[in-house]
C-alpha cells in the first residue's frame, strides 16, 4: 500500500490533500478519483492513469472510471472543483 508517511506536507496537511497525486515510494503515481456507488457508498480512490473501472470498497461492484475533466497532451486529465481527476459514477 502507500507509504504517505515519507512524503512532504503542505501547510500540515499531507501533500496528497493538497495534489490530489499519491506517489508510492518507487515513484509510481495514482489519482483522486471520486466514486459513488449504486450501494449508496461513495468515497476516493487513488487509480493510476487510464484505468477503466474500480471497485467499491464496501460492496465491490465494479464502476466505470471517466476523467473529471479534458485529458491534457500528458495524459492527465483536469481536475475538477473537488480535486479529483477521475470521477466513477454507478448507472442506477
Ligand atoms: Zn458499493
Not at 490533500?17 to 487513488?46: A, L, M, P, Q, V
Not at 460492496?59 to 485529458?71: E, S
Request: charged share 25%; net charge positive; aromatic share 14%.
Amino acid at each position: 500500500m502507500f507509504d504517505v508517511t515519507k512524503r512532504p506536507y503542505i501547510n500540515g496537511k499531507p501533500e496528497f490533500w493538497i495534489t490530489g497525486i499519491k506517489i508510492e515510494t518507487n515513484g509510481f503515481k495514482r489519482y483522486k478519483c471520486r466514486y459513488y456507488c449504486e450501494c449508496g457508498h461513495k468515497g476516493s480512490h487513488y487509480i493510476p492513469l487510464g484505468i477503466p473501472q474500480i471497485e467499491c470498497h464496501e460492496c465491490d461492484y465494479h464502476i466505470q472510471v471517466l476523467p473529471a475533466g479534458r485529458v491534457g497532451r500528458d495524459g492527465i486529465p483536469k481536475r475538477d472543483k473537488q480535486g479529483a481527476f477521475y470521477i466513477a459514477h454507478a448507472r442506477m
